[in-house]
């Protein structure tokens, strides 16, 4: 750990959007000197950030400095670059480590009092930032599957938004808030000892999966697509190479990121874990409705291919007694901005923004049929969601749900990006209302036999018993060998 106890002479390097997203926790500390920043664009050389100038890499060498802080994302070529004028390794920082070792030590819990409660097992899920999200609520339902099996879990995240955190606060499941991670300094270690059990949800938290497998059993559950490999592992690279997995037990959430995972490391992942949903239908009664309506759930995105289903809606035209609804954030984006002037010129489109878990699971009664139109997509909720309603449902062989679903019979499937394949459906459905009810009977079958929190939780029960007897084992037998 670097010492910051006398003032120290750094140089930023790296002046754009990763430096402005973070450049108030950069100026705001007071126990260093920012002498000079760097950037490789020339156009903004002689410029100056709040007095300081901009200066050409070259200039680095003339300057008396202790350490050099990289903003930036494109991390390995600076560090090559530096490396390759003669500047020691040893003073070479990464800006989000830099910042995340001064705040070590601050680790937030929230909860609700628990009392009387007979623990088995205390069992740690570290995630990314808690929000309303495919692998936000994985974890959430893992820690939920646990306790009901007598197991205190904690749920461990860098942030995250306070209205989910909330949320899932007063549902029992108890969150820490962790603002150093992915990094993991020596307090924050010392306070992961109480765990018996690790599980690290999601690829970017790779160094807590690596580090963690030596002082304890580690599952690591994954979900990305092959969009975020290149990143972490490069941002990464020491924890990222063979060796530094083998003390961990891996799984993919489908069979789209186990071969994703694999083709980084061969055979690696060591089987699937479905994620499980809590069952909702009990609480919902049958509705009388004019209308079919067509819903799609999810953040506007261009992986979500809202803009093939928006395109699909165009070529059905004008239809009587049908309504599509868009359920989800929308983001500033060249993509959005696009799709929002479709939104905002389609009269059978209603737009109903983010919305909590429990406001949607209030929509649900009203929804006849979810879409989800990915390109890729690990195992979307929305759609095990729809199933667990016992809801027609329409995804692309893109998405993990994919293999669960068989046409006509418990949903349908289209090829991703194909609009008229998925116009198809949809059209198909609007004329065949009279077998909706048996297709949607069938899906919540689907829904019972694979992603019932009842299965889930035994699934990942046995998982994490297995890892810990194989841990043990395994670094017994690597003591006694060295």
């Not at 802080?69 to 390794?89: A, D, H, N, P």
């Not at 409660?117 to 994985?138: P, Q």
């Not at 459905?429 to 069938?442: R, S």
């Amino acid at each position: 750990m670097v010492n910051y106890n006398d003032k120290i002479k750094v140089i930023v390097f790296g002046v754009g959007n990763y430096f402005r997203k973070r450049e108030k926790d950069i100026l705001q500390q007071n126990d260093f000197e920012i002498i000079a920043f760097a950037d490789n664009n020339e156009n903004l050389w002689k410029e100056r950030i709040y007095n300081i100038p901009i200066l050409s890499p070259d200039t680095i060498l003339k300057i008396n400095y202790d350490f050099i802080i990289i903003m930036s994302i494109y991390t390995s070529e600076i560090v090559k670059q530096l490396l390759g004028m003669g500047i020691e390794k040893e003073k070479i920082i990464f800006g989000d480590k830099f910042l995340a070792e001064r705040k070590s030590g601050q680790i937030k819990i929230y909860s609700i009092d628990k009392k009387g409660m007979t623990v088995t097992r205390k069992v740690l899920i570290i995630s990314t930032f808690l929000n309303y999200n495919g692998g936000s609520l994985a974890a959430v339902y893992a820690a939920s599957a646990l306790e009901d099996r007598k197991m205190q879990v904690v749920l461990m995240s860098p942030g995250g938004d306070k209205k989910f955190i909330d949320e899932i606060v007063q549902s029992g499941i108890t969150v820490a808030i962790c603002p150093v991670l992915p990094y993991l300094f020596e307090k924050e270690l010392n306070w992961i000892e109480q765990f018996d059990l690790v599980i690290v949800n999601v690829l970017s938290m790779i160094l807590c999966a690596s580090v963690l497998s030596l002082r304890k059993p580690v599952v690591w559950w994954i979900h990305e697509s092959a969009d975020v490999y290149t990143i972490i592992f490069e941002k990464f690279k020491e924890y990222s190479s063979i060796d530094s997995l083998k003390g961990i037990k891996i799984y993919a959430v489908s069979k789209i990121p186990q071969n994703i995972f694999n083709e980084f490391f061969q055979r690696r992942v060591d089987g699937i874990l479905n994620y499980g949903i809590p069952d909702m239908n009990h609480l919902t009664v049958a509705l009388k409705k004019n209308k079919l309506v067509f819903a799609i759930i999810g953040t506007v995105s261009e992986i979500k291919g809202h803009d093939v289903f928006f395109e699909a809606i165009e070529k059905i035209g004008k239809i009587d007694n049908v309504e599509f609804w868009v359920i989800g954030a929308i983001k500033e984006d060249t993509f959005v901005k696009k799709v929002v002037e479709k939104l905002e010129s389609n009269p059978l489109i209603k737009v109903w923004g983010e919305l909590t878990r429990s406001q949607i699971y209030d929509l649900f009664p009203y929804i006849d049929v979810v879409v989800c139109s990915s390109r890729i997509d690990s195992l979307p909720i929305a759609i095990t969601e729809g199933m667990m309603y016992g809801k027609v449902c329409i995804t692309t062989y893109g998405t993990g749900i994919a293999d669960y679903i068989c046409n006509e019979k418990n949903g349908f499937i289209v090829s991703a990006e194909d609009a008229d394949a998925l116009r198809e459906k949809i059209e198909w459905i609007i004329v065949n209302k009279d077998k909706l009810k048996e297709i949607g009977i069938n899906a919540r079958k689907t829904y019972e036999k694979y992603f019932n929190m009842e299965v889930f939780g035994r699934n990942l029960e046995n998982i994490l018993m297995e890892t810990e007897v194989w841990w043990n084992k395994k670094f017994v037998k690597d003591n006694k060998e060295n």
